[in-house]
Structures are given as structure tokens and as C-alpha cells.
């Protein structure tokens, strides 16, 4: 964890910017006896924004809508994660079931390994 003044200088980020950030959400600082703390993933967000805006011209409004992308991709990687887990602790015949419900079901969609790239989409 790290305070805001060693944030702002990580990042590169002035006062009054972070302050609008998160202000309209796009961080979310903790906080520990009053004040903000930041982590190594907000810095990562941070460089995402000044990068999005800086380098790619994106308006306020695209900036939300590709956060809210990378949230929700982030909260699916972490419950694929916990899904992986909770397979691997499952026997043997289990999984492969599983694997052989998957692969059917990517066969399904055009997404199995080996079959052209959107088949029948």
C-alpha cells in the first residue's frame, strides 16, 4: 500500500487529476486512519488512463465504458480462477467429464481447437 503523495509520484499524476479520478470512480482508493492508500494495481489503472487519454484521444465518456470492460474481465478471470480450483479438486472421472463437456460445447460454437475460426457463428 502506498500513501497518495508517493501515488502521485509514481504515476506521474498531478493533484488535481487523481482528485477528478476519483471523484467520478475510475479509482477507488483505500483508506487507513483517514487517508487514502493506493496499490501497485491502482498504478496500472492509473497508466491505463493517462495512456488512453493521452496517447489515444479517448473522450470521458470511452474511458468509462473500457474501465467497465476491464473490471468485468477481471472479475471473470478471478471466477474462472476459482472454477479451475474447484475443478481440480474434483476425481478424475469428474474432470473428464468436464473437459469433455467443454470441448462438445466449443465444437458446438465453432471455438474447438482445430475447427475454422467462427464456423457457426
Known amino acids: ?11 506521474g499524476v498531478e493533484t488535481e487529476a487523481l482528485l477528478a479520478w476519483v471523484e467520478t470512480g475510475w479509482l477507488i482508493p483505500g483508506e487507513t486512519e483517514g487517508r487514502w ?3 501497485e494495481i491502482d498504478l496500472g489503472r492509473a497508466q491505463l488512463i493517462q495512456d488512453l487519454d493521452r496517447d489515444f484521444g479517448v473522450n470521458a465518456e470511452g474511458i468509462v465504458l473500457i474501465l ?11 471466477a474462472l480462477g476459482h472454477l ?7 476425481p478424475d472421472h469428474v474432470r ?7 470441448l462438445a460445447a ?3 460454437s465453432g471455438d474447438a481447437p482445430g ?3 467462427g464456423r457457426n457463428r
Open 68 to 78: 467497465d470492460l476491464v473490471d468485468r474481465m477481471s472479475g471473470m478471470r478471478r
Open 115 to 117: 475447427q475454422p475460426e
Open 96 to 102: 473428464d467429464r468436464i473437459a469433455d463437456g467443454t
Open 37 to 39: 492508500t493506493f496499490r
Open 106 to 108: 466449443a465444437r458446438g
Open 1 to 11: 500500500m502506498m500513501e497518495m503523495r508517493e501515488f502521485l509520484a509514481r504515476a
Open 84 to 90: 479451475a480450483v474447484a475443478i481440480r479438486r474434483e
